[in-house]
């Protein structure tokens, strides 16, 4: 399990039927908020995710925000990216804001359906009052009252979560169902669904013990226990493939059930997986220690490869598919103050699309960045 996981399970089994109370806002959707790992940074939020071959890092943007920076070159090149193809357009950026429905100091886009049209997100205090919106070609829709913090939308609009609880849910044609929450456990924490349907997360008992767990849009009552005790599932792919994690290391699943380690890094104690398409997985590893923070860093692995660490700096990039990376530009009438004022969340496929949130005078705002050439 992840941190962010252990500490989301335990306050998920600490729950009771009044609200927890939360120390303050900044603190609040970092706690609530589902599907993406994040961590600090010397300040800031370090967050990874895949999109086909390409990666968000960390978005970090000081001072005021202004037009794309030039493109420059990968750190990391995708096997695309290599041969004699001739050069292609610079790709650019450009940041708009999501239309919020209701009023809430915290209002973020947690992600993108790999096609782009679909975002979704939370908008709340903070505490256990947040309501999830499903954005669709930017047109906004309130889910249910019963539906909290989302995780992720698929291709179909199908949205899926975790609420207060610690019970799993799906938002699928207008309608709310809930996950079964396996017999012996006490929570689930639901983090992924793909094209067909297939939603994955984990499931926990009050011990501390954890076993990965596929469900169905179509039959969210049905489940199937993945792994062994001690497994994570926090992403599959379209194929069935999932990624999770066994016994603190990083993991997949075929879709047959057969379980492999993915590799760790050479030069790293460990390493943790937390999203997948195709055949590529991403995830986090140690890096160097900065002011008593832990640096992570973001991993890329070929599902039948080594994983290869992507960016050794934590800079605002993504790198895309033909392994060219690009900055995010800011909103012009925001400016940034200190690191973590823009978040990235989600990514489609082609990696064109990215969600996340500006985080000014105390209060959060959806922001959807649109690229093209």
């Not at 420059?72 to 429905?101: I, N």
Request: hydrophobic share 35%; net charge positive.
């Amino acid at each position: 399990m992840t941190t962010v996981d252990d500490q989301r399970f335990a306050a998920l089994l600490r729950s009771v039927s009044v609200p927890e109370p939360r120390v303050d806002v900044r603190r609040a959707v970092r706690d609530g908020r589902r599907r993406r790992q994040r961590r600090r940074v010397a300040g800031a939020a370090a967050l990874t995710v895949l999109a086909g071959v390409g990666v968000v890092g960390a978005v970090q943007v000081g001072g005021t925000a202004s037009s794309p920076a030039p493109t420059t070159p990968a750190l990391a090149v995708s096997p695309a990216a290599t041969g004699s193809a001739a050069p292609r357009p610079p790709v650019t950026c450009q940041a708009s804001w999501l239309s919020q429905p209701i009023d809430g100091p915290v209002a973020v886009a947690v992600g993108v359906d790999p096609t782009g049209r679909y975002v979704v997100g939370d908008i709340g205090t903070g505490q256990e009052d947040g309501r999830v919106v499903l954005w669709t070609d930017g047109r906004p829709v309130v889910l249910p009252k019963t539906a909290r913090h989302a995780a992720a939308v698929n291709a179909s609009g199908h949205v899926v979560g975790t609420d207060g609880d610690g019970t799993g849910w799906v938002y699928r044609d207008g309608k709310l169902r809930f996950l079964a929450t396996p017999p012996g456990f006490d929570a689930v924490l639901v983090h992924a669904v793909n094209a067909r349907g297939d939603i994955v997360g984990t499931a926990r008992r009050s011990d501390d013990s954890h076993q990965a767990v596929r469900w169905s849009t179509a039959q969210p009552q049905t489940y199937r226990l993945i792994g062994q005790r001690g497994s994570t599932a926090t992403g599959i792919t379209d194929d069935g493939t999932i990624v999770g994690g066994m016994d603190q290391q990083p993991y997949r699943w075929t879709p047959q059930g057969v379980g492999a380690a993915l590799a760790v890094p050479e030069g790293y104690p460990r390493a943790s997986v937390e999203s997948a398409q195709g055949e590529w997985a991403v995830g986090m590893v140690p890096g160097g220690s900065n002011g008593g923070a832990v640096q992570m860093l973001p991993v890329r692995w070929n599902l039948s490869t080594e994983g290869e660490v992507l960016i050794g700096d934590g800079a605002p990039l993504i790198v895309a598919p033909d392994g060219t990376s690009r900055r995010l530009p800011g909103r012009p009438e925001v400016r940034a103050t200190e690191p973590g004022t823009y978040t990235a969340e989600g990514i489609s496929d082609d990696g064109l699309t990215v969600v996340g949130a500006v985080y000014e005078n105390q209060a959060y705002r959806p922001l959807v960045w649109r690229c093209g050439r």
